[in-house]
């Protein structure tokens, strides 16, 4: 199994632009989850789906995050515009029914 | 809602030292309880687990016991090596969600 892909790998970007962060899930896995982390603030759940549906994104900081999965091997976390205070790595993870998360390798994002 | 009180890190050791992280939580109904290790660069990965008390989750050579009278799940390991230099997050899950959630880390930095 390849495990949970995420890509870009490193994302470097300017202030006001989109940023689209991409997650393919582990095949199988029914739930799949974003987090972002940082020094300051250590690891925060952003939102998480069950079946491709949206369950809980109280953890999505503001309207500017948004998230979406349209279908089960795919999804997108969208900042549009970006800001310096949204540097973090990205991660996105999966599981079958709540179980052991798998995490993917991540996402560096730096918005200058 | 759950929470996790992790040692603050970093946490230094000569290599064969003798490791303890300190882990407490509190939560909700009957909880299980994780230790996940996130090696630089990489998502998290669980270590090892427990789901009901007085069980010992092990791997590696790192074990933890489910203490549900003193809510605390400490991790150890006999003798470190300079390839454990990683930092570790402890997690708690219960409720209807099992989400976990997630401590904020204790990095170990193993010297030869």
């Known amino acids: 199994d390849a495990g949970v892909i995420q890509s870009p790998r490193h994302e470097v970007t300017e202030m006001g632009q989109e940023v689209t962060l991409r997650c393919k899930p582990i095949?199988?896995?029914?739930?799949l989850f974003w987090y972002r982390q940082t020094m300051m603030r250590g690891l925060e759940l952003l939102i998480y789906f069950n079946n491709n549906v949206p369950i809980d994104d109280s953890g999505m900081p503001e309207d500017r995050f948004s998230a979406k999965m349209p279908n089960a091997s795919f999804s997108t976390l969208k900042i549009q515009p970006s800001e310096p205070r949204d540097s973090a790595v990205y991660f996105c993870?999966?599981?079958?029914?709540?179980?052991?998360?798998?995490f993917g390798p991540g996402t560096r994002l730096t918005v200058l | 809602g759950n929470s996790v009180t992790q040692m603050e890190g970093p946490v230094t050791l000569s290599e064969e030292a003798f490791l303890t992280i300190n882990c407490t939580y509190t939560a909700t109904g009957y909880p299980s309880l994780f230790w996940y290790v996130q090696y630089p660069g990489e998502g998290l990965q669980l270590l090892l687990k427990a789901t009901k008390a007085d069980d010992k989750g092990s791997n590696k050579g790192f074990e933890a016991t489910y203490r549900k009278e003193t809510t605390s799940f400490h991790l150890e390991k006999g003798s470190v090596q300079v390839s454990d230099s990683a930092v570790y997050f402890c997690?708690?899950?219960?409720?209807?969600?099992?989400?976990?959630?997630f401590g904020r880390g204790t990095s170990l930095i193993v010297h030869p």
């Open positions: 095949s199988g896995h029914d739930y």
């Open positions: 993870a999966s599981c079958h029914r709540v179980s052991t998360q798998y």
């Open positions: 997690a708690v899950s219960s409720g209807g969600s099992y989400i976990p959630t």
